[in-house]
């Protein structure tokens, strides 16, 4: 198999960070993307991220990548200045986080929750594309690539011309394009992304859902093709990390392990079957 197997924090989202890294190194793990929950990194105390790298590397773990801050109060295309500022601000500690973690991919929505983008599609298009460069000179400053996230259908950016749009206008090198299969599949549109962005793949985000919402669930929980999407991604050649991004309640241990089993059970490529 060309690529790895890796498992966002966000796995244990409503636990601090350092209760979520021993299970996940004993599922045999090690590359780990690092949410940006609160219980997980605190932009505010820079002091802790040197204490959470040594927490990572003591467990054998790696930070390959980090899910900048997204939702509500982070929006870069709000028609508000002001917010546009505070937004920006956050996404630049983050990045500086993700230096000082020792990771190198800086995965980024296009724009936040805010559904009123469609009422004014091209003044806010043209604001991410904005945003979405200040970040890249400061992921570049920093030697970090900039992932820009398929997001979901509704959003900004989240039909396929409208992401490609703005691709079209984000500086490309240093650019690259993460997959996120959920998002997509509920577009309608999973493997029409994975063939047009092929050259541009660096990241996959890899979780099910039940064809009606973003559920976070682990690959064969729900109803996505998996067998289809393991082949479409050794065909175009992909050699990144696949990322598992699921949610999960009560034991960690316990969910984490079954989500490795379910990684190994379907995410196995029929060629790496036969040998």
């Given at each position: 198999?060309?690529?790895?197997?890796?498992?966002?924090?966000?796995?244990?989202?409503?636990?601090?960070?350092?209760?979520?890294?021993?299970?996940?190194?004993?599922?045999?793990?090690?590359?780990?993307?690092?949410?940006?929950?609160?219980?997980?990194?605190?932009?505010?105390?820079?002091?802790?991220?040197?204490?959470?790298?040594?927490?990572?590397?003591?467990?054998?773990?790696?930070?390959?990548?980090?899910?900048?801050?997204?939702?509500?109060?982070?929006?870069?295309?709000?028609?508000?200045?002001?917010?546009?500022?505070?937004?920006?601000?956050?996404?630049?500690?983050?990045?500086?986080?993700?230096?000082?973690?020792?990771?190198?991919?800086?995965?980024?929505?296009?724009?936040?929750?805010?559904?009123?983008?469609?009422?004014?599609?091209?003044?806010?298009?043209?604001?991410?594309?904005?945003?979405?460069?200040?970040?890249w000179?400061?992921?570049r400053a920093?030697?970090?690539?900039?992932?820009i996230?398929?997001?979901?259908p509704?959003?900004?950016?989240?039909?396929?011309?409208?992401?490609?749009?703005?691709?079209?206008?984000?500086?490309?090198?240093?650019?690259?394009?993460?997959?996120?299969?959920?998002?997509?599949?509920?577009?309608?549109?999973?493997?029409?992304?994975?063939?047009?962005?092929?050259?541009?793949?660096?990241?996959?985000?890899?979780?099910?859902?039940?064809?009606?919402?973003?559920?976070?669930l682990?690959?064969?929980?729900?109803?996505?093709?998996?067998?289809?999407?393991?082949?479409?991604?050794?065909r175009?050649?992909?050699?990144?990390?696949?990322?598992?991004?699921?949610?999960?309640?009560?034991?960690?241990?316990?969910?984490?392990g079954?989500?490795?089993?379910?990684?190994?059970?379907?995410?196995?490529?029929?060629?790496?079957?036969r040998t």
């Amino acid at each position: 198999m060309r690529w790895e197997i890796g498992l966002s924090t966000g796995i244990a989202y409503r636990h601090p960070i350092a209760e979520a890294l021993p299970p996940i190194s004993a599922a045999g793990f090690r590359a780990i993307e690092v949410s940006t929950a609160p219980q997980h990194l605190d932009l505010g105390r820079p002091e802790s991220i040197g204490d959470l790298r040594r927490r990572v590397a003591v467990h054998g773990l790696r930070v390959h990548s980090l899910h900048a801050p997204f939702g509500h109060g982070v929006n870069f295309t709000s028609p508000d200045p002001a917010e546009r500022r505070q937004a920006i601000a956050h996404l630049v500690r983050a990045a500086e986080a993700l230096r000082l973690l020792g990771g190198g991919l800086y995965v980024i929505h296009p724009g936040g929750e805010d559904q009123r983008w469609a009422w004014e599609r091209e003044a806010r298009l043209a604001l991410s594309v904005t945003g979405l460069t200040r970040i890249w000179e400061e992921c570049r400053a920093r030697g970090l690539g900039l992932v820009i996230e398929t997001p979901l259908p509704h959003l900004l950016g989240g039909q396929p011309a409208d992401f490609a749009w703005l691709l079209e206008r984000v500086p490309a090198e240093g650019t690259g394009v993460c997959v996120d299969t959920s998002h997509t599949s509920l577009g309608g549109f999973l493997f029409e992304i994975l063939e047009r962005f092929a050259a541009r793949i660096v990241h996959v985000q890899a979780s099910d859902n039940r064809g009606v919402s973003d559920d976070h669930l682990a690959p064969g929980a729900g109803i996505l093709d998996w067998p289809r999407i393991v082949t479409t991604l050794e065909r175009i050649d992909f050699r990144g990390v696949l990322m598992l991004e699921v949610a999960g309640n009560g034991d960690i241990a316990r969910h984490v392990g079954e989500v490795a089993a379910a990684a190994r059970r379907v995410l196995v490529s029929p060629r790496m079957a036969r040998t």
